[in-house]
């Protein structure tokens, strides 16, 4: 399984990053520029994305881009009920390790 990780925070990242690769292929980004590039031109089975990016960009603008399973990282529940109407994206970041073992492994 290939997964997109979008993550501006270095110790969050490095976190998540390490412990995905032990069992899937991650491509992890820091910017929404990064992301962007990235995005336009490849495809991936799972996508999560940080809501909240430095600049006026943020993840939820990405979704455009993508044709396929999103997590929206946000602790933020004024963001979730605004997005919530999304049937493709989930917010709930304690279920993203439970989600990907159940429905993508």
């Known amino acids: ?6 993550e501006d ?7 998540f990053e390490k412990e995905f690769r032990k069992n899937f292929d991650i491509t992890w980004v820091k910017s929404y520029k990064e992301a962007y590039d990235i995005l ?3 495809s991936f089975d799972l996508y999560i ?8 960009k ?3 603008d990405l979704t455009k881009l993508i ?9 933020d529940t004024k963001t979730e009920t605004k997005y ?3 049937s493709k ?4 970041p304690k279920k993203i390790i439970n989600y990907i073992w159940k429905n993508l492994s």
């Open 1 to 6: 399984m290939n997964i997109f990780y979008l």
């Open 9 to 15: 925070n270095e110790k969050i990242g490095i976190f």
């Open 40 to 42: 336009k031109k490849e």
């Open 49 to 56: 994305l940080d809501i909240y990016l430095e600049g006026n």
């Open 58 to 60: 943020n993840g939820y």
């Open 67 to 75: 044709n396929g399973n999103i997590i929206i990282l946000t602790n």
């Open 84 to 86: 919530k109407k999304f």
């Open 89 to 92: 994206i989930d917010y709930s």
